[in-house]
Each structure stands twice: as C-alpha cells, then as structure tokens.
C-alpha cells in the first residue's frame, strides 16, 4: 500500500456518492491519512442548481457556502468520516480544475473520485468527463471507483 498523508475526495451529492464514499472509508482507515470532502460549485455566480438558487433575502455566496458545509457534514456522518476536513469551493471555472487546483494547494496525494459515464471509447465515456479531466490534469495519483462494481 502507498504512504498517502491526505486523501482529497470530490463529492457532488448524486446517488453514487455514498457507494464510493464507502470504499474511501476504507481506504483512509488503511493508510491512516487524513481526509478532505470538497464539494465544488462551478460557474458561480451564473451556473447555480435550481434547487440551490439563494432565497431573495440572502446572499448567494453565504447561502450556498452554508449549504453546502451542511450537506458535506450530513455525508460526513453517514460515512463515518467525523473527523473529515470539508471545504466548499464556489468557482468561476470547471470543477475539474478546482479540483486541481486545491489538490495542489493543499498538499494533496491522492484524489479520489467516483466513476460516473456510461458507454464504451473514449475515457471520458467511461469514468465522466470531469473525472477524466483531473485523471489527465493531476500531478498526484488518482483512483477512479465504479460504484456499481
């Protein structure tokens, strides 16, 4: 097994996200690393979930940062990850490279990420195009888990 101190796991809320999670417990109980959650909002202020648009009287950067932490300390908690670090990185740019760039800042030497394309060619077809985006982009390793293997 590798000697990996901090374990970056990228979570976008979808269904898929508690299966993968799981094998991240995993993986931080054996290697004893310490873990990030980051959930990335791309295309701020533009490009917001409409079951995420801020209530009028707040904020939207406030409104969405604050969700954001909540939903990440609920996953937290069905993982058993307590002890978890979770960042909320609102970005004008594409998930991938926040992504990145956060793995990169923050000393990161393993990113986890959950599989999500469907179909067979290209990598992206395969794993998701964000995913194949920091496959392509990452200085530090990646691990890529089907969840439905």
Known sequence: ????????????FSSQVEKVGSQ????????KARITLLHVIAGFPEDIPNDWIAPENQP?????TNRCHKELRQLAEKLGLEDAALECV????STRSAVLEFAHEHQVDLIVMGAHGRGHGRLG???GST?????GGAKQDVLVIRPDA
Not at 90 to 93: F, I, R, S, V, Y
């Open 60 to 64: 939207p950067r406030e409104y969405l």
């Open 1 to 12: 097994m590798y000697d990996y101190r901090h374990i970056l796991f990228p979570v976008d």
């Open 131 to 135: 995913t194949a985006g920091v496959v």
């Open 24 to 31: 991240v417990v995993k993986l931080v109980r054996d290697t």
């Open 90 to 93: 609102l970005t004008e740019h």
């Open 125 to 127: 077809a395969l794993i």
